[in-house]
């Protein structure tokens, strides 16, 4: 019987067997934790029927897409800080995207001139200042952090942490690099301790009366308020949005870039404009105490009422740009030692 099957057919069978089944979903690599992104994903899914597949990567992101190269399984990339978004596009990993929706609701500042990565909500690099040592209006500028005034009062982090490389790249923006390396000088020795631990750390120093004020991110403030321990620190402080003197408040974003060879480019590009979009910004937001980027977006009522800022208007490709430059003055004022 085998025998009297055409050739034909047996061919058509085979190139069948052969071409690959294009699965409706899209697959993620997120330096994001799991459950941070889940309400985005879950409602994309039931929005367009498009399974999202998320592998939550602690580091290493560039290496394991370099090794997996035009093989890998990966459609986007989700990642928390512009330095990290431009050492994907550096790394020659990403793809242009040309989208008018995308460009419609991601203002220019917060997406690269490419198209290679689109921020979707942003967070403020602020100053957490105790509510009984610091009266308001006490500090209002980022110069001011170098000011002798403060000297033996200030906790920071690494100066070495892509959140405050990002903030001295901001400097070196504004000011220049002799200036730069002074101002780091300055809030080095003003520091109450040798730079250590994550942002919260330096809330819980505030509290336990070690410093007065501290650099942090503002979604920090809502990371301790829901946490049965922290709570205390958080009530220890309140949030100080900080301008440069010729400029606005320091900002970074959460972001998405599509792979250079994502698989299913279309699904990835229905994800990416869902994610720009107003109801997916504040769900967003919302879960990461986060600002949508938006138009006609709000954060939500609790992040509202720690204030109001203008963001500074540098496009923050300018500040990845800047990045080497402000990594090689931390280490120059030896700011960690």
Known sequence: MFNRIKPALLAAAATAVAAPVLADEVNVYSYRQPELIKPLTDAFTEQTGIAVNVAHLD??????????????????????????????????????????????????????????????TTRARIVYASKERVAEGELTTYEGLADPKWEGRICTRSGAHPYNVALVSAVLHHHGAEETKAWLEGVKSNLARKPQGNDRAQVKAIWAGECDIS???????????????????????????????????????????????????????????????????????????????????????????????????????????????????????????
């Open 215 to 337: 650099l942090g991110n503002t979604y920090y403030m809502g990371k301790m308020l829901e946490n049965d321990e922290q709570q205390a620190w958080a009530d220890s402080v309140r949030i100080v949005f900080p301008t440069f003197e010729d400029g606005g408040t320091h900002v970074n974003v959460s972001g998405v870039a599509m792979t250079k060879a994502a698989p299913n480019r279309e699904n990835a590009l229905k994800m990416m404009e869902f994610l720009a979009s107003p109801e997916a910004q504040e769900i967003y937001a919302r879960m990461n105490y986060e600002y949508p980027i938006a138009p006609g977006t709000e954060a939500d009522e609790l992040v509202q009422g720690w204030g109001s800022f203008t963001a500074d208007d540098v496009n923050l490709m300018t500040l990845a740009e800047n990045r080497s430059e402000a990594l090689k003055l931390v280490e120059q004022v030896d700011f960690d030692g």
């Open 59 to 120: 580091k290493g992101m560039i290496e394991r897409l370099e090794a997996e190269g035009s093989r890998t399984p990966a459609d986007l990339v989700f990642t928390v800080d512009i330095s990290r978004l431009a050492a994907v596009v550096n790394a020659g990993l990403t793809q242009s995207v040309d989208s008018d929706t995308l460009n419609e609701n991601v203002p220019s500042q917060y997406r690269d001139p490419d198209g290679h990565w689109f921020g979707l």
